[in-house]
Nanobody, 112 residues
């Protein structure tokens, strides 16, 4: 069955960094575009970043542009999100998603 398992979240101070990972199984990872989105309490879901199946094309939300880098390793069936210069507005649960399936999410909390 399809599984997407995120990890790498945690509590960090403002200006800190985190690297999120999402390990995929149960489908042909290398043929799917992937994305990260986030959901903060009381806020609408926000698409953070997209990456094409081969990894050659990426898109970022304006709110994270210049601070985040999405990447993937198709040999390892793994999606990444490197996040730098974090601020409290980045606090949310982060999900990896294929557009069909999503993981359980990983909590990111940024303290001021």
């Amino acid at each position: 069955q399809v599984q997407l398992v995120e990890s790498g979240g945690g509590l960090v101070q403002s200006a800190g960094s985190l690297r999120l990972s999402c390990v995929a199984s149960g489908f042909t990872f290398s043929t799917y575009g992937m994305n990260w989105y986030r959901q903060a309490p009381g806020k609408e879901r926000e698409l953070v970043s997209l990456i094409s199946a081969a990894g050659g094309s990426t898109i970022y939300a304006d709110s994270v542009k210049g601070r985040c880098t999405i990447s993937r390793d198709n040999a390892k069936n793994t999606l990444y999100l490197q996040m730098d210069s974090l601020n409290p507005e980045d606090t949310a649960v982060y999900y990896c998603n294929t557009g069909i399936w999503r993981g359980q999410g990983t909590q990111v909390t940024i303290s001021s």
